[in-house]
């Protein structure tokens, strides 16, 4: 069974630009899986952020931008803010209809 | 707006059954692909459960397959998640996501309710 890969945690300055990177337990993730990222802060409901690798949801601040580094999916941060701070999942969609979420990484920004 | 309201969770016994539903508003659910997904305490998302928009094409995780059955009814706007021989690693909470048309993001979300498995 495919495991999608996270960086558990992560910690960015105020400002500062951080990348959170998705990857899959084997095998390269290329846009063919249609990689999307979501924001989750505690109690809420998750966000969508990017989809289909590189786009950026409705309303999603353009500090937010989403990449293929090498063999992962890579979520950017630039001009991080204490607002950012939150749990930030990576969902790819696998054939035959499954689809699997990573297990998130917690960012810090201090 | 789209909205999407989970209901039915509560406390259930290990073993026992549980019935999720979701009521969609504010777009034409008939044409979207539903899914569930769920979030156990201080763990992170996992995908459960998809279905199109006809119905005719029905997924499921490997964690649930078996034991849960996603069904929706177009004509009352409602995802449905029926849930049998539940287990203390059930505990969660359910929610409930829109595929966008794309069929490649999930674009709007429940605020999700909570379920829990205990004797």
């Known amino acids: 069974q495919t495991v999608v890969t996270q960086e558990p945690s992560f910690s960015v300055s105020p400002g500062g630009t951080v990348t959170l990177t998705c990857g899959l337990s084997?095998?390269?993730?290329?846009?063919?899986?249609?990689p999307s990222w979501y924001q989750q802060t505690p109690g809420q409901a998750p966000r969508t952020l990017i989809y289909?690798?590189?786009s950026r949801s409705s309303g999603v601040p353009d500090r937010f931008s989403g990449s293929i580094l090498g063999n992962k999916a890579a979520l950017t941060i630039t001009g991080a803010q204490a607002e950012d701070e939150a749990d930030y999942y990576c969902?790819?969609?696998?054939?035959?209809?499954?689809?699997?979420f990573g297990g998130g990484t917690k960012l810090t920004v201090l | 707006e789209v909205q999407l309201v989970e209901s039915g969770g509560g406390l259930v016994k290990p073993g026992g059954s549980l019935r999720l539903s979701c009521a969609a508003s504010?777009?034409?659910?008939?044409?979207?692909?539903v899914h569930w997904v769920r979030q156990a305490p201080g763990k992170g998302l996992e995908w459960l459960s998809s279905?199109?928009?006809?119905?005719?094409?029905?997924n499921y995780a490997d964690s649930v397959r078996g034991r849960f059955t996603i069904s929706r009814d177009n004509a009352k706007n409602s995802l449905y998640l029926e849930m049998t021989s539940l287990r203390d690693e059930d505990s969660a909470v359910y929610y409930c996501?829109?595929?966008?048309?794309?069929?490649?993001?999930?674009?709007?979300w429940g605020q999700g309710t909570r379920v829990t498995v205990s004797s």
């Open positions: 996501a829109r595929v966008g048309l794309r069929g490649i993001m999930f674009d709007s």
């Open positions: 969902l790819i969609k696998m054939g035959g209809g499954i689809w699997v």
């Open positions: 504010g777009f034409a659910f008939n044409v979207y692909s």
């Open positions: 289909n690798t590189f």
């Open positions: 279905i199109t928009s006809s119905s005719s094409s029905i």
């Open positions: 084997s095998g390269s993730l290329s846009g063919a899986y249609y």
